[in-house]
C-alpha cells in the first residue's frame, strides 16, 4: 500500500531538497517539522552502497539546537546524565537527555563549538523547546536557537576516500565524533567524523541552507570515482548495527524508556554533576531496571517493517515489546529491535511477537547483530 | 510531482489509520510525529463537502497534552498570555503559548476539563516537552503526559444534524468551545463544538484508541443522511478564513512571531497574571510591533500552494513574507497570508510576492476574506 506524501507550507523544505528531487528520490518521511528522503528506487542498491562502497545522504533534518553564551556549557551539561568535564572544543559526543522523570527526550550527537558554543544535532522531537525552557527558567545567559545548518551524511566504506579527495588526507587522521570549522571554497560547513550507520563516514554540516545544491553536487562530484549515490538512513543496517532510533525504539509519548532500559547505562553519570532526570535515575538505579533492550531474529517469511509496536510474548503473557523490524540481507533473516522485561534470558523458548498479521516465534539475539 | 510516504516505525498511525485507508486516503502529511489525511483524491468534492454539506476528519495528530494534578489550571495559566480566570469547567478556549521571549509556540486550545485536569489540544510541536520543562522547574504538583485521546472533527453547516442524531438536540445548544465527556455506547469520549474551519461543527476526542474504527464507523453511518464523507483539514478554507496554522504561517525555528504581529493582541493580558514571556511581549507593547498579519490577493494565472515562505516586496525592497497560498474556489482567486512591515497600508501598490517561479502583482486584503 503506497500513499502520497502531501508537500505543504506546514512541513520544511531541506537544503538539498532540489538535488534529491534531481537525483530521484521516491519517497519522504518527515523529522523534525522537515521533509527527509526515504529512498531512491533501489532499496537494495541503496543497501549495497552503504556496505560496499558509499551513500550520500540528505540528513538536513538532523537540525540543530545551538547553545551559545557564556552558560552553553553550563547548561548543555545540565541537559545530560552524561559527563561533558572532558570533552574538548572539536569534538562530539553521543549523549541521552532526560525529562525530570528520567525518561528519554532525545539522543542527538552534542558538538563543543568553543567554550561558548554547542550544538546539539537532534532526532526527532522539538528538543529546542526543552533546552530553552530549562535555560530560561534557572537564569542562564544562553540563547536556544536552531541556526541555518544542514547536515549531509556520506557513509559506507569509500566514504572516507570520498573526504580525503574533499579535503585532504588529514580527515583520515580524524577520531571518531571529532570535528573541524572548514570550508570548500565558499562553502562553510563543519566536517564531522560521524554518522548514523556503523559503516564509517562523515557528516558536513553545511552552514549556508543556500548552497545546498552546489554542497550536493559538489560532493558527488567528488564520489564518482567510488561510484556514489544517493541513500537514506537504512532500516536495515541499523537494526543489524544496534543503533537506536529515537521516535522508533523510543518515545517519551509513546513508548517511555530510560537510559538503562535502552543499553545507555555507561553514558550515565549520577555523582559527577547535576542533571535533569538526576534524582529520578538515581531511584531508578537504586531499585534495578525492569526491563532491557534486545534483538530478536523472527522465524519464517521475510518481514521487512513494522509500523507500530507490538507486543513481545511468552505463551500468552506480554514479556515487552517489538519497536521495529526488517529484513537483513546480510543475515538472510527479518530481524527486530525491542524491550523485554529482564527475567526474559537470551535463551528463553517459546517468545513470540505479535504482529498484525499473526504471531511469530522469536528467538533474542545480542546486540549488535554484525 | 508526486512522492511516497515512507510508512515505519518513527511516525505513529492515528487510532482512525485503518478507516481512512478502507475509505481511500491518497496523501499524508505527518504533524505531531503522527500522519495525518491530506486528501481522499477528490479535492474538488472535499472543499464542496465542508462548505455545503459536512466532512469527516481523522484529526488525531492533533494531540493532547494532559496537565493533572493540583497546580494543573496553575501551570496552564503560567504557560498562556490569555487570562484563564473565568474560564469554567466544560468550556474550552483558544490560546496562544508563548516561550520567554514571547515568540509563539504552539497555539493550542485548552479545555478545563476539571479543576485539577487541562488538556492542551496542540498545533504541531512538542508542547508537552514545554510543559513538563516548565511545570517541573517551578515545582509544580503536575503531571504533563500525552494521553489516549485522538480527536475526530465533523466540520460543514451540516455537522450539527450529524451530532444531533449522534448524541440528541441538547448539542443545538453548546457554544462555541463548550464540552462535554460522554459516550456512544461503550465508546469514551468528549464531545466539542470547535473544529479547524469557519464552517461550524464538533469534534470528537475519542478516548480509547482501539475504538477508533468503530467511532469512525458509527459517525459515518449517522451522517449518511447528509451525505458525510471523508476530508481533511482544508488550505483553501483556512486561508479564506484567516485562520493560522502553526507550522506554516509561523515557527519558533523559521517564522518566529510573537501575538501581536499574529493578530492574537487581544488575547495578551499583560496585567492580569504572570505568565511565561510576559516581560518580553511588555516591552514588545511598550516598543509598538513591526509587522502585522495580512492577506493577500496574487493576480494572474491560479496559484494553488506555497511550499516554502517567500519574499512579499515593493519595488525592489522586501517587506514582509508570505507564508501559504492557495486558489479559493469561492473568490475565484488565488489568496494568501503574510506579514507585512506595519508601514505597508492595505491599499499600497507596488507590491509583489517572490514565487520559485517568478515574481507576481498582489494587492493586500483585510482578514478574514470570508
Redesign the interface.
Known amino acids: 500500500?503506497?500513499?502520497?506524501?502531501?508537500?505543504?507550507?506546514?512541513?520544511?523544505?531541506s537544503a538539498y531538497f532540489d538535488a534529491t528531487?534531481a537525483d530521484g528520490?521516491?519517497?519522504?518521511?518527515?523529522?523534525n517539522?522537515m521533509y527527509i528522503p526515504?529512498?531512491f528506487g533501489d532499496p537494495e542498491g541503496e543497501y549495497d552502497r552503504l556496505l560496499n562502497g558509499v551513500a550520500q545522504w540528505d540528513v538536513a533534518a538532523q537540525?540543530q539546537v545551538e547553545l551559545a553564551g557564556p552558560d552553553a556549557v553550563a547548561l548543555a551539561q545540565l541537559l545530560t546524565p552524561r559527563d561533558l568535564s572532558s570533552l574538548t572544543v572539536g569534538q562530539g559526543r553521543y549523549v541521552p537527555v532526560c525529562?525530570?522523570e528520567g525518561m528519554v527526550?532525545n539522543d542527538p550527537v552534542l558538538l563543543k563549538l568553543g567554550k561558548d558554543r554547542v550544538w546539539l544535532s537532534v532526532a526527532?522531537?522539538?528538543?529546542?523547546?526543552?533546552a530553552?525552557?530549562?535555560g530560561?527558567?534557572?537564569g542562564f545567559d544562553v540563547s536556544v536557537?536552531?541556526p541555518d545548518v544542514s547536515p549531509m551524511a556520506i557513509q559506507g566504506p569509500k566514504a572516507m576516500d570520498v573526504a580525503a579527495a574533499l579535503f585532504g588526507d588529514h580527515v583520515r587522521d580524524m577520531r571518531p565524533f571529532a570535528f573541524v570549522e572548514t570550508a570548500l571554497d565558499d562553502i562553510p560547513l563543519v566536517l564531522a567524523r560521524s554518522g548514523w550507520s556503523k559503516q564509517g563516514g562523515f557528516e558536513l554540516y553545511l552552514m549556508d541552507g543556500a548552497k545546498g545544491n552546489a554542497l550536493w553536487q559538489r560532493v558527488r562530484k567528488a564520489g564518482e570515482p567510488w561510484n556514489i549515490g544517493p541513500g537514506a538512513p537504512n532500516?536495515s543496517e541499523r537494526i543489524e548495527s544496534g543503533l537506536i532510533?529515537y521516535?522508533?525504539d523510543m518515545?517519551?509519548?509513546?513508548v517511555p524508556a530510560n537510559p538503562f532500559e535502552m543499553g545507555m547505562g555507561k553514558m550515565v553519570s549520577l555523582d559527577s554533576h547535576d542533571f535533569i532526570g538526576r534524582s529520578a535515575l538515581r531511584r531508578i538505579a537504586d531499585a534495578g531496571i525492569a526491563r532491557r533492550r534486545v534483538g530478536f531474529f523472527v522465524e519464517g517469511s521475510p518481514v521487512t517493517?513494522?509500523?507500530?509496536?507490538v507486543a513481545l510474548r511468552r505463551g500468552a503473557t506480554d514479556v515487552g515489546i517489538a519497536?521495529?523490524i526488517a529484513w537483513s540481507g546480510r543475515l538472510d533473516a527479518s530481524i527486530g529491535l525491542g524491550l523485554v522485561e529482564v527475567g526474559i534470558g537470551d535463551d528463553d523458548t517459546g517468545l513470540t511477537v505479535a504482529l498484525p498479521e499473526g504471531s511469530r516465534p522469536v528467538r533474542l539475539a545480542p546486540l549488535p547483530f554484525l
Open positions: 500500500m503506497t500513499f502520497q506524501i502531501h508537500i505543504g507550507a506546514n512541513v520544511r523544505k528531487v528520490v521516491r519517497s519522504f518521511s518527515v523529522y517539522h526515504g529512498h537540525r525529562d525530570h527526550i526527532d522531537s522539538d528538543l529546542h523547546l526543552w530553552a525552557a530549562i530560561a527558567e534557572r536557537r536552531e532500516d532510533s521516535g522508533a518515545r517519551r509519548q509513546v517493517g513494522l509500523e507500530a509496536p519497536t521495529d
